[in-house]
């Protein structure tokens, strides 16, 4: 077995870069790969003869101990904003971004740990203020991680590495603690708003039935843009607006991750075809969690939890009726999607939808009955879907997996609809966002996507068109579903 030791030694806050040096002591097999992902890699030196071969870089091991630095680009845009930054106050990024771990690691087991690696020490001579916030901690420059298993190895990826200068705010609830790290430029992070992000770790806190958890929250100001620092089971780290309704559903669909990572660290989950109903369950709560906040503070966010899932279901029927080759699929589908795009469809529209009408429809009398079942699941055996769901639906398990988990029947959440959610300008705006958001997941593997603006003159347009259009773009049954739920968009969809 052998040491990775790892030190990011420099950093250029022009070029928004990292350097980093590597070694690794006693590698026995005659080569050894290097997992590049997210790193953007600017340059790469090894004492032995090294190449690039796809998603890795292989090394002929000629050598013993194996000694290679690199220099990573940071500060990349993201959906988010930029991911991670590089500044003389301020160094954020996420262990995905700087990292090159081998991939023993990161195939290494959900239950033993690794047989081929004993630790993993980072080291930070980073010259500038520094409040240090890494996983692993052990001393302010230093990280160890012995023993390594799979879910510490998502951790080290996933984490927010952070440096510089930061206040503190604790609070101990029961045996868990949330620290909250900020940057003193956000003014408006006052008492009450840093009183309702502990009200919504106690949330989780409850429903995950968790004890000993410790989550540290590191709050960014605008960069000018907004800023992702990395989100892991423990660290999370982000640019924050209190205002900003958007940026407390991210925080809450976060915390969710956080909690379940802790409480069942298994790959199963980051891996299709599970991955949708783990970030189905994320953007469900994203919702619900905020519950949590209090009544003068959802008031200031003119929070509606009830209009965000009437806005996630019209952005679905939009979508799936308006280009059906592209957005007809079912979940259990995830394994063959190659389309990013269709993958945050699936992740962030879709799944959650499937959630709502599971917990609708068969958790009247127990609430929140996929997450308790979830937590009842054994640690010690791989997650079954099969199982999962049969113990929520019973003897209708077939049926609901024949229409919404292997097919792609329209799911039935019409009663989402209240008129008063959304005027007609609200709805073309909120459509306009939704298109730009599919234009920003799909321009990159096609680059001839072109999104539609819609307008309420264009609407009025198509109210006219539609009573002599023949096109139709689903069912008589489900166009008349349609109507009644919305008018507005059935005119949209009937005339596209």
Same mark, same amino acid.
């Given at each position: 077995m052998h040491t990775l030791n790892y030190k990011i030694s420099h950093y250029d806050t022009l070029k928004q870069t990292l350097t980093i040096e590597a070694t690794f002591s006693s590698v026995t097999d005659p080569a050894l790969n290097l997992f590049k992902g997210k790193v953007k890699l600017l340059s790469f030196e090894c004492n032995c003869k090294a190449q690039d071969v796809g998603p890795y870089i292989e090394i002929q091991v000629t050598q013993n101990p194996i000694v290679f630095s690199y220099t990573v680009q940071i500060g990349s845009p993201a959906k988010h904003g930029f991911y991670g930054m590089v500044s003389h106050d301020l160094t954020a990024f996420a262990g995905e971004?700087?990292?090159?771990?081998?991939?023993?690691?990161?195939?290494?087991?959900?239950?033993?740990?690794?047989?081929?690696?004993?630790?993993?020490?980072?080291?930070?001579?980073?010259?500038?203020?520094?409040?240090?916030?890494?996983?692993?901690?052990?001393?302010?420059?230093?990280?160890? =991680?012995?023993?390594?298993?799979? =879910?510490?190895?998502?951790?080290?990826?996933?984490?927010?590495?952070?440096?510089?200068?930061?206040?503190?705010?604790?609070?101990?609830?029961?045996?868990?603690?949330?620290?909250?790290?900020?940057?003193?430029?956000?003014?408006?992070?006052?008492?009450?708003?840093?009183?309702?992000?502990?009200?919504?770790?106690?949330?989780?806190?409850?429903?995950?039935?968790?004890?000993?958890?410790?989550?540290?929250?590191?709050?960014?100001?605008?960069?000018?843009?907004?800023?992702?620092?990395? =989100?892991?089971?423990?660290?999370? =780290?982000?640019?924050?607006?209190?205002?900003?309704?958007?940026?407390?559903?991210?925080?809450?669909?976060?915390?969710?991750?956080?909690?379940?990572?802790?409480?069942?660290?298994?790959?199963?989950?980051?891996?299709?075809?599970?991955?949708?109903?783990?970030?189905?369950?994320?953007?469900?709560?994203?919702?619900?969690?905020?519950?949590?906040?209090?009544?003068?503070?959802?008031?200031?966010?003119?929070?509606?939890?009830?209009?965000?899932?009437?806005?996630?279901?019209?952005?679905?029927?939009?979508?799936?009726?308006?280009?059906?080759?592209?957005?007809?699929?079912?979940?259990?589908?995830?394994?063959?999607?190659?389309?990013?795009?269709?993958?945050?469809?699936?992740?962030?529209?879709?799944?959650?939808?499937?959630?709502?009408?599971?917990?609708?429809?068969f958790g009247t009398s127990e609430p929140h009955i996929m997450l308790r079942t979830l937590l009842n699941f054994s640690l010690c055996e791989p997650f079954s879907l099969q199982v999962f769901f049969t113990k929520i639906l019973g003897q209708q398990v077939h049926t609901f997996a024949r229409h919404f988990l292997f097919g792609d029947d329209t799911l039935p959440l019409w009663y989402l609809k209240t008129p008063e959610h959304f005027t007609p300008q609200e709805l073309i705006d909120d459509l306009n966002y939704f298109e730009y958001m599919l234009y920003s997941w799909f321009i990159l593997e096609d680059p001839n996507y072109k999104p539609a603006v819609l307008s309420l003159d264009h609407l009025e347009e198509r109210v006219t068109l539609s009573k002599h259009a023949a096109f139709n773009f689903a069912s008589p049954h489900i166009e008349n579903e349609v109507k009644t739920y919305s008018l507005p968009l059935y005119y949209l969809l009937k005339t596209l």
């Open positions: 971004q700087a990292f090159l771990f081998p991939t023993t690691l990161l195939t290494s087991s959900s239950f033993t740990p690794s047989t081929v690696i004993k630790e993993i020490e980072i080291n930070y001579n980073l010259k500038q203020p520094i409040c240090t916030v890494v996983p692993f901690k052990k001393a302010e420059t230093t990280s160890v =991680c012995e023993s390594p298993k799979w =879910c510490h190895a998502y951790e080290l990826m996933k984490s927010s590495y952070i440096f510089g200068h930061l206040d503190v705010f604790e609070a101990t609830i029961g045996s868990n603690t949330l620290h909250i790290y900020y940057e003193d430029t956000l003014k408006t992070l006052d008492e009450h708003i840093l009183n309702n992000m502990v009200n919504l770790f106690k949330y989780y806190a409850e429903h995950f039935k968790m004890s000993h958890h410790h989550l540290s929250l590191v709050l960014l100001d605008i960069h000018p843009e907004p800023i992702l620092g990395g =989100c892991g089971s423990h660290i999370i =780290c982000a640019s924050f607006t209190p205002e900003n309704l958007r940026d407390w559903q991210l925080l809450a669909h976060r915390m969710f991750h956080s909690f379940m990572d802790v409480k069942l660290p298994l790959s199963d989950f980051h891996m299709p075809p599970q991955l949708w109903l783990t970030e189905g369950l994320a953007t469900y709560y994203e919702n619900m969690a905020l519950n949590a906040l209090d009544k003068s503070l959802k008031e200031k966010l003119n929070l509606n939890i009830a209009k965000e899932f009437h806005r996630l279901y019209t952005r679905y029927l939009y979508a799936k009726f308006k280009d059906p080759s592209r957005f007809s699929f079912p979940p259990m589908a995830e394994k063959q999607i190659r389309s990013a795009g269709q993958l945050e469809f699936l992740h962030y529209t879709h799944a959650p939808l499937v959630v709502k009408y599971i917990e609708d429809t």
